[in-house]
């Protein structure tokens, strides 16, 4: 508790923090990006970096472990050597602990190139742009919907309560995903359908 404290006595006296700066409001102007971490499985999780004004999804990263301030660092380090003209001016995300206990170690770095940092401080989850995009890229309608024979053989499977339920049905039942993402069908299918889905998103 008082390490928390006094991380949060950091955030508050460190002019490269911002708070909340979208405040749930549509941005309209300035290049304002927006981070969050999705998990399909416990091996299987997605980084996602969006511009806030026009929804894009600007880079994103899929890998097994939890995400890191190394894996976030070789990403900015990536996509600013591709955009160095057109960096952010601020990077948002919400009040999960993975950010905010990583934010402090990655402030120099972000600071080195004029990046200021905000996150909501409501509790986690609250990051309303990252999520809708999130729960988007997680319906995977391209692998749900293809005619193979590994598919038809993972639907054998399943209750029958999930076989005979519409696309759109099957794309947001929470039951049925669960299903999906730690099947062997998934683990086999898992990087096409996410970068598809990001690919068809953008």
């Given at each position: 508790?008082?390490?928390?404290l006094?991380?949060?006595?950091?955030?508050?006296?460190?002019?490269?923090?911002?708070?909340?700066?979208?405040?749930?409001?549509?941005?309209?102007?300035?290049?304002?990006?927006?981070?969050?971490?999705?998990?399909?499985?416990?091996?299987?999780?997605?980084?996602?970096?969006?511009?806030?004004?026009?929804?894009?999804?600007?880079?994103?990263?899929?890998?097994?472990?939890?995400?890191?301030k190394?894996?976030?660092?070789?990403?900015?380090?990536?996509?600013?050597?591709?955009?160095?003209?057109?960096?952010?001016?601020?990077?948002?995300?919400?009040?999960?602990?993975?950010?905010?206990?990583?934010?402090?170690?990655?402030?120099?770095?972000?600071?080195?190139?004029?990046?200021?940092?905000?996150?909501?401080?409501?509790?986690?989850?609250?990051?309303?742009?990252?999520?809708?995009?999130?729960?988007?890229?997680?319906?995977?309608?391209?692998?749900?919907?293809?005619?193979?024979?590994?598919?038809?053989?993972?639907?054998?499977?399943?209750?029958?309560?999930?076989?005979?339920?519409?696309?759109?049905?099957?794309?947001?039942?929470?039951?049925?995903?669960?299903?999906?993402?730690?099947?062997?069908?998934?683990?086999?299918?898992?990087?096409?359908?996410?970068?598809h889905?990001i690919?068809?998103?953008?």
């Amino acid at each position: 508790m008082q390490r928390m404290l006094q991380n949060l006595a950091v955030y508050k006296n460190n002019q490269n923090i911002e708070t909340n700066i979208i405040r749930n409001r549509y941005i309209t102007d300035g290049n304002i990006w927006t981070i969050d971490e999705t998990i399909f499985h416990k091996n299987t999780k997605l980084f996602l970096i969006v511009n806030i004004k026009t929804r894009a999804i600007v880079c994103y990263s899929i890998y097994k472990n939890y995400l890191t301030k190394e894996i976030l660092i070789e990403l900015y380090k990536e996509i600013f050597l591709k955009n160095s003209t057109d960096n952010p001016t601020v990077i948002h995300s919400d009040n999960e602990l993975t950010f905010k206990s990583q934010t402090l170690s990655l402030l120099d770095f972000l600071s080195s190139k004029n990046i200021k940092v905000s996150f909501t401080l409501a509790s986690k989850n609250q990051n309303q742009v990252s999520e809708s995009i999130n729960e988007r890229i997680k319906t995977l309608k391209k692998l749900i919907t293809q005619d193979s024979r590994a598919l038809r053989c993972w639907r054998k499977t399943i209750p029958n309560k999930y076989k005979f339920l519409k696309i759109v049905e099957k794309s947001r039942n929470s039951e049925f995903r669960k299903l999906l993402f730690n099947s062997e069908f998934f683990e086999q299918n898992k990087i096409k359908a996410i970068n598809h889905a990001i690919l068809e998103y953008n």
